[in-house]
């Protein structure tokens, strides 16, 4: 099989559970598309309005306060898209339909690790299309305030190096270098949950978020302390979850990045104003066809035989 060509699903695959900051019921299908199509999420169930395409594109982002918002800033969007983003780009599937009856993706457990599992389990195929990168050709950067974002040029693959500094004795500062791979995707990055302070929760309640937030699909940072009572994932969860979120972010290129990307101090925010800065000048980037260092997609490899769907349920 040539993992150079672009991927899809061999069949569809559903899951079910809540959103995290609407609390709401919260179902998606992921379904087989064609080449070329990218990541495209069909929103139904809009009251007064027929299904809305939607492409998953950095052009399309209306909101990133705490998350990333596709879509108009009224009925017809789609919230907390970064999970799924990450886990399509971190297993090299290029195209899929993504239908969703809400509002809002369906958290999860808090990571990517179950959309994984359903890619995987499904499996994916390849197309005869070739698939196309994002080559990076000259460094671009944002800053606000301490924060910054930057994308290099790079030979080959996609690096990224994020860095996080907390004022809790919880999280501290923490750095994770990770060069784009699926196996190692799977298993270093896709299960870091997101999390929140406890000090936060009330606010965001009368503000209208984190209303199905848990134990079940958060890590709650106390005072000096993680709640939950399992603890972490990993010593470094949190900023794991950063990586975690900057590839679904960038994802929102519409292409594999061929470069490094760096941040301090980032979100949702910075990583979509770094993709706006880049597309600014035509002389930053090319669209190129070539094969950087980027492992099989584990979901190909394990799709000889698999179940038409998947239905994980979050209580």
Same mark, same amino acid.
């Given at each position: %099989?040539?993992?150079?060509?672009?991927?899809?699903?061999?069949?569809?695959?559903?899951?079910?559970?809540?959103?995290?900051?609407?609390?709401?019921?919260?179902?998606? !299908?992921?379904?087989?598309?064609?080449? =070329?199509?990218?990541?495209?999420? /069909?929103?139904?169930?809009?009251?007064?309005?027929?299904?809305?395409?939607?492409?998953?594109?950095?052009?399309?982002?209306?909101?990133?306060?705490? !998350?990333?918002? @596709?879509?108009?800033? &009224?009925?017809?969007?789609?919230?907390? @898209?970064?999970?799924?983003?990450?886990? !399509?780009?971190?297993?090299?599937?290029?195209?899929? /339909?993504?239908?969703?009856?809400?509002?809002?993706?369906?958290?999860?457990? &808090?990571?990517?690790?179950?959309?994984?599992?359903?890619?995987?389990?499904?499996? %994916?195929?390849?197309?005869?299309?070739?698939?196309?990168?994002?080559?990076?050709?000259?460094?671009?950067?944002?800053? =606000?305030?301490?924060? +910054?974002?930057?994308? %290099?040029?790079?030979?080959?693959?996609?690096?990224?190096?994020?860095?996080?500094? +907390?004022?809790?004795?919880?999280?501290?500062?923490?750095?994770?270098?990770?060069?784009?791979?699926?196996?190692?995707?799977?298993?270093? @990055?896709?299960?870091?949950?997101?999390?929140?302070?406890?000090?936060?929760?009330?606010? /965001?309640?009368?503000?209208?978020?984190?209303?199905?937030?848990?134990?079940?699909?958060?890590?709650?940072?106390?005072?000096?302390?993680?709640?939950?009572?399992?603890?972490?994932?990993?010593?470094?969860?949190?900023?794991?979850?950063?990586?975690?979120?900057?590839? &679904?972010?960038?994802?929102?290129?519409?292409?594999?990045? @061929?470069?490094?990307?760096?941040?301090? !101090? &980032?979100?949702?925010?910075?990583?979509?104003?770094? /993709?706006?800065?880049?597309?600014?000048?035509?002389? =930053?980037?090319?669209?190129?066809?070539?094969?950087?260092? +980027?492992?099989?997609?584990?979901?190909?490899?394990?799709?000889?035989?698999?179940?038409?769907? +998947?239905?994980?349920?979050?209580?």
């Amino acid at each position: %099989m040539n993992f150079d060509r672009q991927t899809t699903l061999r069949a569809a695959v559903t899951l079910t559970g809540i959103g995290v900051h609407s609390g709401a019921p919260a179902s998606i !299908c992921l379904k087989p598309s064609s080449a =070329n199509s990218g990541v495209v999420f /069909l929103r139904t169930g809009i009251e007064g309005m027929p299904p809305q395409l939607i492409h998953a594109k950095h052009t399309k982002v209306s909101a990133t306060e705490l !998350c990333t918002v @596709i879509g108009d800033r &009224g009925p017809a969007s789609v919230s907390t @898209i970064e999970h799924l983003m990450s886990a !399509c780009s971190g297993l090299g599937l290029d195209n899929v /339909l993504v239908e969703i009856d809400g509002p809002e993706m369906p958290i999860m457990d &808090g990571s990517a690790t179950e959309f994984v599992a359903a890619i995987e389990a499904t499996g %994916m195929v390849t197309l005869a299309a070739p698939r196309r990168y994002l080559k990076v050709l000259q460094p671009v950067r944002i800053e =606000n305030g301490r924060a +910054f974002a930057e994308l %290099m040029p790079a030979e080959q693959g996609f690096r990224l190096d994020v860095e996080i500094d +907390f004022d809790t004795v919880v999280i501290g500062r923490q750095r994770k270098i990770f060069d784009l791979d699926a196996k190692a995707y799977a298993s270093e @990055i896709s299960k870091a949950r997101t999390f929140g302070f406890m000090r936060d929760v009330e606010q /965001l309640w009368k503000a209208g978020f984190a209303l199905g937030a848990s134990l079940d699909n958060t890590v709650a940072i106390g005072e000096d302390k993680v709640i939950n009572p399992e603890g972490l994932r990993y010593g470094d969860e949190f900023v794991r979850h950063k990586v975690l979120d900057a590839i &679904g972010d960038l994802a929102l290129a519409g292409y594999p990045i @061929i470069g490094e990307f760096r941040s301090y !101090c &980032g979100g949702h925010r910075m990583n979509v104003r770094i /993709l706006e800065a880049l597309f600014a000048d035509r002389a =930053n980037f090319a669209i190129v066809e070539t094969q950087p260092v +980027f492992a099989a997609p584990r979901a190909v490899q394990m799709a000889a035989v698999a179940p038409a769907a +998947f239905a994980p349920d979050l209580h």
